[in-house]
């Protein structure tokens, strides 16, 4: 089993349209988690930390769930701006490298 | 924020030649950096952990012998990649975390390399 599974799409939605991205990770005693973006050719951006309380920024959410070690983003209101693929992150502890999903790819169609 | 740099962005180069990358932390002092490699269409790859004074730690496949790393300073790692082919040519991107701020890693603007 990979440690960091996604869907890896690519998700196909129009402008407007609310998506949401899974992820699931192995490692029970994971740590951190975050959601990067990254764009064609680009390096990987922090989008936003997961905390088991869920947080959320503008027009994203995401959630944590420890028990079931599932993660999801919810984009609302997608804009075209918002097209890239999506990187679930997992970290176990302190100087250990990240561990990266596939990425799922997302396309917002005008 | 914190910024990580990469020199050079691109490069490409004949078969056979060395080719060296540096990854610079401009915010912060990085006792441990991390290179990753990746190819078109596919996910980040590890290659290795940079530690800072010590030897680097290579993931599984990885020729410590091809991919040279060293890590002198706490703003600096660099990557030499000896005798490239064309097999080699990659997407080559730095990370370092700051180790003052909530684990948040920074990545560099990536190198890409290709080998002619």
């Known amino acids: 089993r990979k440690e960091v599974e996604q869907d890896p799409g690519p998700f196909n939605v129009p402008e407007g349209a609310t998506v949401a991205f899974n992820c699931t990770y192995s490692?029970?005693?994971?740590?951190?988690f975050f959601w990067y973006r990254q764009d064609c050719r680009k390096e990987p951006k922090l989008l936003m930390s997961?905390?088991?309380s869920g947080n959320e920024d503008g027009r994203f959410t995401a959630q944590l769930n420890r028990a079931s070690q599932y993660i999801s983003l919810l984009i609302r209101d997608s804009k075209l701006s918002d097209s890239a693929t999506y990187l679930c992150?997992?970290?176990?502890?302190?100087?250990?490298?990240?561990?990266f999903g596939k990425g799922t790819r997302l396309s917002v169609i005008a | 924020g914190a910024v990580v740099s990469q020199h050079p962005s691109w490069v490409i180069c004949k078969s056979g030649t060395s080719v060296k990358i540096e990854c610079r932390s401009l915010?912060?002092?990085?006792?441990?950096m991390f290179w990753y490699r990746q190819f078109p269409k596919q996910s980040l790859m590890l290659m290795a952990t940079?530690?800072?004074?010590?030897?680097?730690?290579?993931e599984q496949g990885v020729e410590k012998d091809k991919f040279l790393i060293n890590h002198a300073s706490l703003t600096l790692s660099t990557l030499t990649v000896t005798s490239a082919h064309p097999e080699d040519s990659s997407f080559y991107i730095c990370?370092?975390?700051?180790?003052?701020?909530?684990?948040?890693?920074?990545f560099g603007p990536g190198t890409r390399l290709t080998v002619l």
């Open positions: 990370s370092a975390r700051d180790p003052t701020g909530f684990e948040e890693e920074f």
């Open positions: 490692n029970s005693a994971s740590q951190s």
């Open positions: 997961v905390y088991s």
């Open positions: 992150v997992v970290i176990s502890s302190g100087n250990t490298p990240l561990v």
């Open positions: 915010d912060f002092q990085a006792t441990t």
């Open positions: 940079s530690n800072e004074g010590s030897k680097a730690t290579y």
